[in-house]
């Protein structure tokens, strides 16, 4: 692999998952209590998602 980018999400970035397509990447953000979605296009934050206290893993599924 090679690093193509750094995207700064805040403090304790623990566990993250792309979507299938490599379209974005999900990092769970535990001391901001947030789920970061950064877009693999632009290399940017899309959306920061209040998901509770302490995010700890995450997974995604394809469902059909």
């Known amino acids: 692999w090679k690093l193509l980018a750094t995207v700064p999400v805040g403090t304790r970035a623990w566990w ?3 979507t299938p397509a490599g379209r974005f ?3 769970t ?10 877009d ?13 206290q302490f995010p700890w893993g995450i997974a995604i599924a394809e469902v059909n």
């Open 40 to 52: 693999t296009r632009s290399n940017t934050i899309a959306h920061r998602i209040p998901p509770g």
């Open 16 to 18: 993250m998952t792309q």
């Open 29 to 38: 953000v535990g001391r901001a209590n947030e789920v970061v979605m950064i």
């Open 25 to 27: 990447i999900y990092v």
